[in-house]
């Protein structure tokens, strides 16, 4: 299994950008699909983008299509998320998540690899 670390969150006013990182260690990077999730205080956690081993394929759920992008380096073993013109609804922890294989995945239950999150605050 991955172990996967991020960084890049904190405060940032509505309209502003963050951009998150998730450094993965233990296997290549390149080995795993890998995926976003948040999970916002008394709500159940939620997809929010996916990508493909190779970084060919990517998916986004509707309310961050358009504003956020996620993107690879797998010679870094890091996966980013872009994440532009913020809002207060976007305020969670942001999760990484890995899994072997050669497509992208939408559930949680497809990862079997975890990061510890990271804070995102979206201020009005």
């Known amino acids: 299994q991955a172990q996967l670390v991020e960084s890049g969150g904190g405060l940032v006013q509505a309209g502003g950008s963050l951009r998150l990182s998730c450094e993965a260690s233990?296997?290549?990077?390149?080995?795993?699909?890998m995926g976003w999730f948040r999970q916002a205080p008394g709500e159940e956690r939620e997809f929010v983008a996916a990508?493909?081993?190779?970084?060919?394929?990517?998916d986004y759920s509707d309310s961050v299509k358009g504003r956020f992008d996620i993107s690879r380096d797998n010679a870094k073993n890091t996966v980013y998320l872009q994440m532009d013109s913020l809002k207060p609804e976007d305020t969670a922890i942001y999760y990484c998540?890995?899994?072997?294989?050669?497509?992208?995945?939408?559930?949680?239950?497809?990862?079997?690899?975890w990061g510890q999150g990271t804070q995102v605050t979206v201020s009005s």
């Open positions: 998540a890995a899994t072997v294989g050669d497509s992208y995945y939408t559930r949680q239950y497809e990862y079997h690899s």
């Open positions: 990508i493909s081993r190779s970084g060919g394929r990517t």
């Open positions: 233990g296997r290549t990077t390149s080995r795993y699909a």
